[in-house]
T-cell receptor
């Protein structure tokens, strides 16, 4: 059972555009939702994270929007740059379990 | 920031041999470490949770006798792939948590295992 569903699978955005990646979850016990960025041959790096008591969190060009009632959250990358080209994973965790459940990943390509 | 170091970054071994992968937290003590496996263009799948000084907890479907995990200190966990076969070829990634269960996870750079 895929507990965290992520879309799209791949995304091509022009430089300067907005990249939007969506995730949906089923388990209402999840209370921490991070996004990771992974470059080929590297481990994932934490990009930004949110807890369900807020609807939005912004760090630089990266924003998480969170809709608790819909059990959905999304990552927005503003002014996308070629250096943002990577695979992005959403994830979810319950505080007591502490282990992360990952989405299926989105391969982002930012073109010139 | 917290750094997790994994070694080796890549390894090639022959079928039937065993391979050990190390995961170290360099500037913090990690009471819990996690081992993931990632196949090409796929997501990370949790294999096991490693707690310092106790037996690892394996996810359903992961053979504990094949993937031996040892977490002997607060800064080191090892994953040994025993009697490796080509289907074990994958990208293995560890992560470590500093402190409480709600602390962020820090990931290593992964180990690319190729079994010939």
């Amino acid at each position: 059972q895929q507990q965290v569903k992520q879309s799209p699978q791949s995304l091509i955005v022009q430089k300067g555009g907005i990249s939007i990646i969506n995730c949906a979850y089923e388990n209402t016990a999840f209370d921490y939702f991070p996004w990771y960025q992974q470059f080929p041959g590297k481990g994932p790096a934490l990009l930004i994270a949110i807890r369900p008591d807020v609807s939005e969190k912004k760090e630089g060009r990266f924003t998480i929007s969170f809709n608790k009632s819909a059990k959905q959250f999304s990552l927005h990358i503003m002014d996308s740059q070629p250096g943002d080209s990577a695979t992005y994973f959403c994830a979810a965790r319950t505080g007591t379990a502490s282990k992360l459940t990952f989405g299926t990943g989105t391969r982002l390509q930012v073109t010139l | 920031g917290a750094v997790v170091s994994q070694h080796p970054s890549w390894v090639i071994c022959k079928s039937g041999t065993s391979v050990k992968i190390e995961c170290r937290s360099l500037d913090f003590q990690a009471t819990t470490m996690f081992w993931y496996r990632q196949f090409p263009k796929q997501s990370l799948m949790l294999m096991a949770t490693s707690n310092e000084g106790s037996k690892a907890t394996y996810e359903q479907g992961v053979e504990k006798d094949k993937f031996l995990i040892n977490h002997a200190s607060l800064t080191l966990s090892t994953l040994t792939v025993t009697s490796a076969h080509p289907e074990d070829s994958s990208f293995y990634i560890c992560s470590a948590r500093q402190g409480a269960s709600n602390s962020p996870l820090h990931f290593g750079n992964g180990t690319r295992l190729t079994v010939t």
